[in-house]
């Protein structure tokens, strides 16, 4: 699995960017104001933004460090501004003006010479020539002054670690959250875009992964703040090709009325609008495909309360999120009459860009709220719901249920399944020969404490039938179980929706991902280790989520040369390997001192055996079956078994102490009180026992992992008995075997060596 995480651009390609490119500029606002950021010829970028509100105030950013690509793509840090002439011309509409008293400032955040913080303020209009709404603007970063009046006080510019350009409705009050009579739309435009001097020319990251066999997932909510074409660059360049699976999201697409989402006026603010024109039609030139998700998931506060999910009590279904977003319910005709609306607008984007259209409903379901006592309480009572199916009460779905209480579930389950059809169906009309796709999130739909829930949440009105699929491409999510290393729960999972719905492997997609903190960075071996596995499967498609999450944590995918399958999994010939001659070795530095007094240090934790099996080869048939097998390994380029012939099994060997909860066990064997990892155990001969009693509910996964059907119990000691094989490869990429001497009684030396896994 050829993947890295890269911390910072070392020896790798590189080229140079004029600092202020328009593609690295971001925007950000408080809610409820909405802006995006895209790029128009090379040398200019325009801003759309909407006003709720008196106080509402756009930021057009230019930053100093490169918090949000790649880091092998990234520009490089320079604080100092010193040098550096700036200038462009300004257009702009319906936002206040540059010789306005609240027109566009420029306010800039770093340290001044004795390294205090400071943040300046300086009036773009003092810098201006022309109008207040179309001007040539020029700085010379070396003379610039703060201040409303010409002649302020100078800024030290040499340790600036971002500035931004203030954007405002008419009407703007500082501070003020009183709503604005009406919503206001503004623009500005940004050409002719030139910086010179010294400090002018910055280097930047042009690694270039070759095309591989992944796809990535992306979402606005992430990436609403960069341009489309800084978001695509690193896409492209890190090698991903096909199609994006673009979440249009849940919190920065919508057109807000009295601070409710509306579709009055056009369902997309104009700011989503124009990013989402400009990411389709960047995306097409790019060769790429868009998959458009739309889910059922909605910002709370934003949220007209009718269309919310709600629980017995009638609380409303809220996410984890903060702040938290709710979820739609299926049965509320005017919430889905926007969602398909939605859709419509996005397809109209993607036909408007020549794109083949796509859309996927994203994750619907029955929301459902977990308990402190365990119990889990599914959101089937808004008033919508009652009307359409009149639920009886279900305390908890994780409880034995009777018979009408499975027939809420499945009511509820036709009631969402009819919903997506709609919805579905809405994306087809807008753009017809549109592709759709369907996403399910295994772990929630699928959970095994509530196995009855299946009905509401993977009805069988998604199932493939004899009309024809309800969907055209069925993808599957699961990241909880991949990252939690329960890969016994995917398989079984993929089982069940094959089963339940009847898609065939062509006609799924897998969704891969995704790491939520940081910190958690080491769970990208499990999400590639996942993609893997949903390939070899035959899957039509793998998809890594998310982009902005490879971003932030330097994650680097590639294949070629370095993928081709470096292990042949086939025993040595045993009539050769049985007389092999082992030589364990470990790494020790050893460092004696004057008086003969040493210190030592273990380079290994474990010991790397060599082995020489010419000892078995005793016929001229042996030195063909020699040859002959090492020319199919290509010399030392592939691994393969071999039979130890004096260290192959185990017994009774301590895995672990169950806890309830984990599943998955890595078979070692223990030499004292070192443990050696077994990645190559014989098949069929792994037993295990869980406090001494024998269990057959178990799967030996690659790797040399056992995966219980259901997890010991806290406290259970977990023993297991195996016979395993040594991978190991050719050690010299020659092998010299003559009939003449070994006639002659000359011993053949054949060495191999131990491979790590």
């Given amino acids: 699995m050829p993947h890295w995480l890269a911390s910072e651009r070392r020896e790798q390609a590189s080229d140079f960017i004029t600092r202020f ?45 490169d918090r949000f690509d790649h880091p092998l793509l990234a520009y490089e840090t320079s604080r100092d501004f010193r040098g550096c002439r700036l200038r462009f011309r300004w257009r702009s509409g319906g936002v206040v003006a540059l010789d306005a008293v609240d027109g566009p400032v420029l306010t800039i955040e770093g340290r001044d010479a004795g390294g205090a913080a400071f943040t300046a303020y300086v009036r773009l209009w003092n810098y201006a020539a022309g109008t207040g709404e179309d001007a040539l603007v020029a700085f010379d970063f070396a003379a610039v002054r703060g201040g409303f009046e010409p002649g302020g006080a100078p800024v030290w510019m040499g340790d600036v670690d971002r500035m931004f350009v203030s954007l405002v409705p008419p009407g703007y009050v500082a501070a003020s959250t009183a709503d604005l009579p009406a919503p206001a739309q503004g623009w500005v435009e940004l050409s002719g875009l030139v910086c010179d001097g010294p400090g002018a ?55 807000l009325s009295a601070g409710l989402a509306t579709a009055a006026g056009g369902v997309l603010n104009v700011a989503c609008a124009a990013w989402h024109a400009d990411f389709a039609a960047k995306a097409g030139v790019l060769g790429y495909g868009v998959i458009w998700s739309l889910s059922y998931e909605l910002f709370d506060a934003h949220c007209p309360e009718a269309w919310k999910q709600r629980a017995a009590d009638g609380s409303p279904a809220l996410t984890g999120w903060v702040p938290p977003s709710t979820l739609l319910s299926p049965a509320n005709a005017e919430a889905m009459a926007y969602l398909r609306t939605v859709a419509a607008a996005f397809m109209a984007i993607a036909l408007a860009a020549g794109l083949e259209p796509k859309f996927q409903v994203g994750e619907p379901w029955w929301w459902t709220m977990p308990a402190p006592d365990g119990s889990l309480r599914p959101c089937l009572y808004d008033d919508a719901a009652v009307a359409a199916f009149a639920p009886v009460a279900i305390p908890s779905v994780r409880a034995s249920l009777n018979t009408a209480q499975k027939a809420t579930l499945d009511a509820a389950g036709a009631c969402l399944a009819g919903s997506t059809a709609a919805l579905a169906a809405a994306a087809k009309a807008a753009a017809p020969g549109c592709v759709t796709h369907l996403l399910a999130y295994l772990p929630t739909v699928l959970d095994r404490a509530a196995p009855e829930l299946r009905r509401a949440n993977m009805p069988v009105g998604w199932a493939q039938s004899d009309s024809g699929p309800a969907f055209d491409v069925l993808q599957l ?86 993928d081709v399958q470096a292990f042949d999994d086939v025993l040595f010939p045993l009539a050769l390997g049985r007389e092999a001659a082992v030589a364990p070795a470990f790494s020790t530095a050893v460092i004696a001192g004057s008086g003969g007094a040493e210190q030592r240090q273990a380079n290994w ?13 005793r016929s001229e048939a042996d030195i063909a079956a020699l040859l002959g097998f090492f020319r199919a390994r290509m010399g030392p380029a592939r691994g393969f078994r071999l039979r130890d012939p004096f260290d192959s099994s185990a017994a009774n060997v301590v895995l672990g102490t169950g806890d309830g ?97």
């Fill in 605 to 617: 934790a474990a010991a790397r055996t060599s082995y020489d099996v010419g000892p078995g080869v």
């Fill in 477 to 562: 999510e699961d990241y909880d179980w991949v990252t939690a290393g329960d890969t016994a729960a995917t398989r079984a999972g993929v089982a069940a929706v094959q089963a339940r719905l009847g898609y065939p492997v062509a006609d799924q997609h897998y969704l891969s991902g995704f790491v939520l903190r940081p910190e958690d960075a080491g769970q990208w071996d499990a999400i590639v280790a996942a993609a893997q596995a949903a390939r070899a499967r035959g899957v039509a498609a793998v998809f890594l989520w998310a982009l902005p999450q490879v971003l932030r944590d330097g994650f680097v995918y590639w294949e070629g040369e370095s």
């Fill in 201 to 255: 020319v910055l280097a930047i990251g042009d690694v270039v992964v070759p095309p591989h066999g992944l796809q990535i997932a992306s979402g606005y909510d992430d990436s609403y703040h960069l341009t489309p074409a800084r978001l695509l660059r690193n896409a492209l360049q890190l090698g991903y090709r096909g199609t994006i699976n673009h979440y249009v999201g849940m919190s920065h697409y919508f057109r």
């Fill in 21 to 65: 490119d328009p593609r690295f500029w971001t925007v950000n606002f408080p809610r409820p104001a909405m802006a995006s950021v895209v790029t128009g010829a090379g040398d200019g970028l325009r801003v759309d933004a909407v006003f709720y509100r008196e106080g509402d105030l756009v930021g057009l950013i230019w930053e100093a460090a």
């Fill in 661 to 757: 909860v984990r599943r998955r066990y890595a078979l070692v064997k223990h030499y004292g009180e070192t443990a050696r990892r077994i990645t190559r155990p014989v098949a069929g001969s792994v037993s295990l026992t869980v406090d001494g009693a024998t269990t057959a509910a178990f799967v030996v996964e690659p790797g040399g992992f056992v995966v219980f059907d259901v997890a010991p119990a806290a406290g259970a000691m977990v023993r297991a008995g195996f016979a395993f094989d040594v991978p190991v490869r050719f050690a010299e990429d020659r092998l010299e075997v003559s009939l003449a001497t070994w006639a002659a009684g000359e011993a053949v030396s054949v060495p191999l060596v131990e491979v790590r896994e």
